[in-house]
C-alpha cells in the first residue's frame, strides 16, 4: 500500500512537472514567433522593392512578403484604422489574411501641338483659343486654352495583377514568400508596395 500510494505520489509529481514544462515550452516558442515576426516586419520595413521593366514594356515590382503573427497585427500602425475601413473585419483583427498597400506613379512625356478653336461661353459669347488632345490605350489627356486659363480632363485606366508566392534557397530552407506586381500601363510604375501575410499558429509543440 506504502508503495503504491509512493508510486501515484511520483507520478502525480511528474505529470505536474510534464505539464509546466509544456506550458513553459508553449510560451517560449510564442516568445520567439513574436520576436521572429517583428525582426521579419522590421526588415520588410528597411527593404526596397525591386522595381523593373520587363521585355514587354510592363513595370513590375518585387517585394518579400512579411509573415506577423495574431497577437503582433495591432501593434501594426498601418493596420490599427482598418476596421473602421472594413466592416467585415473583427475588432481584433482575428479574421484578418493578409494585408497589401500598393501606390502607382503614372508619367507621361509627350509635345502636342496646339491647334485654334471657337468656344461659345455660357453668355453666348464667341471666344478664340487654343485645344490638346493627347490619348493612348491607356490614357487620354484633353484641355483647352483661353486667355490665361486651361479647362482639361484627364482619363487613366490601368490594370495591376498581382501574385503571391514562396520559394526557398535551398530544397530544404525555409519558406519565403514574395509578392509580385505588374501593371498593364507602360507609364505606370509601382512606386511602393507592402504586405503582410497572417502566420497561423502550428498546432502542438513543435
Known amino acids: 500500500m506504502i508503495l503504491n500510494r509512493l ?5 502525480g509529481v511528474l505529470l505536474l512537472i510534464i505539464t509546466a514544462l509544456f506550458f513553459y515550452v508553449k510560451h ?14 522590421y ?9 523593373f521593366q520587363d521585355e514587354a514594356g510592363h513595370w513590375r515590382s518585387r517585394a518579400q512578403i512579411a509573415e506577423v503573427t495574431q497577437d503582433n497585427l495591432l501593434d501594426i500602425e498601418e493596420l490599427k484604422g482598418l476596421v473602421t475601413e472594413f466592416k467585415e473585419l ?3 483583427l482575428k479574421n484578418l489574411d493578409s494585408y497589401s498597400q500598393i501606390n502607382t506613379t503614372t508619367d507621361i512625356h509627350r509635345t502636342i501641338k496646339l491647334k485654334d478653336t471657337m468656344i461659345v461661353t455660357k453668355k453666348s459669347v464667341v ?4 485645344t490638346f488632345n493627347y490619348s493612348d490605350k491607356f490614357d487620354s489627356i484633353s484641355g ?4 490665361d486659363s486651361i479647362q482639361w480632363q484627364i482619363k487613366h485606366k490601368d490594370s495591376l495583377e498581382v501574385v503571391s508566392y514562396w520559394k526557398r534557397k535551398w530544397f530544404l530552407g525555409k519558406k519565403t514568400y514574395e509578392c509580385e ?16 501575410k497572417v502566420k497561423r499558429k502550428k498546432r502542438g509543440i513543435f
Open 7 to 11: 508510486n501515484l505520489i511520483i507520478l
Open 181 to 196: 506586381i505588374k501593371s498593364a500601363n507602360p507609364n505606370t510604375q509601382i512606386s511602393y508596395q507592402k504586405n503582410l
Open 90 to 92: 473583427k475588432r481584433n
Open 43 to 51: 526588415t520588410i520595413e528597411h527593404q526596397k522593392a525591386l522595381k
Open 28 to 41: 517560449l516558442q510564442d516568445e520567439l514567433e513574436s520576436k521572429s515576426s517583428f525582426e521579419n516586419l
Open 144 to 147: 483647352v486654352v483661353v486667355n
Open 127 to 130: 471666344e478664340h483659343g487654343k
